[in-house]
């Protein structure tokens, strides 16, 4: 399953929507640590989730994605798709809010995890050369 946050793409906004993602696939009121949120996926017989973003001409996009197991491979073909819906839904319609902002420890983690992503980019030589390439093409 896929969910796309789709908008207009606005510099202004990209950061902001990249720590919004960080903080979608980390957290939620339901699941408060990562720890929580990896057993239940477990649970859910290995499902895989991430988010994801990314930039199609004028839109900016941020994708979540839920991976899961098809019924008739599980025992007694188990039926996994309403808690395939309602992980999603714990995750786009419950986050981990507290007085209409985010928990300030993910937050802040979140943020300094993306500002030292973004720091490294130039140590992955050949990262850094397709940026770079695709900065001077378009």
Same mark, same amino acid.
């Given at each position: 399953?896929?969910?796309?946050l789709i908008t207009e793409a606005n510099?202004?906004?990209?950061a902001k929507r990249a720590v919004? $993602? /960080?903080?979608?696939?980390?957290?939620?009121s339901k699941y408060k640590t990562? /720890?929580?949120? $990896?057993?239940?996926l477990s649970?859910?017989?290995? $499902?895989?989730?991430?988010?994801n973003i990314v930039r199609y001409g004028n839109l900016h996009i941020i994708k979540i994605i839920l991976s899961f197991p098809?019924?008739?491979?599980?025992?007694?073909k188990y039926d996994n798709i309403n808690e395939a819906i309602e992980f999603l839904m714990d995750v786009l319609l419950r986050p981990n809010v507290k007085n209409k902002a985010f928990d300030?420890?993910?937050?802040?983690?979140?943020?300094?995890?993306?500002?030292?992503y973004?720091?490294?980019?130039?140590?992955?030589?050949q990262y850094y050369a397709a940026v770079k390439s695709k900065e001077l093409f378009f």
């Open positions: 399953m896929t969910c796309n510099f202004k906004n990209f919004l $993602a /960080e903080l979608l696939e980390t957290n939620n990562q /720890e929580e949120l $990896a057993k239940q649970k859910m017989y290995g $499902a895989s989730f991430g988010t098809n019924a008739n491979y599980l025992p007694n300030n420890k993910t937050f802040t983690t979140q943020k300094q995890n993306i500002l030292k973004l720091s490294s980019i130039s140590d992955d030589k």
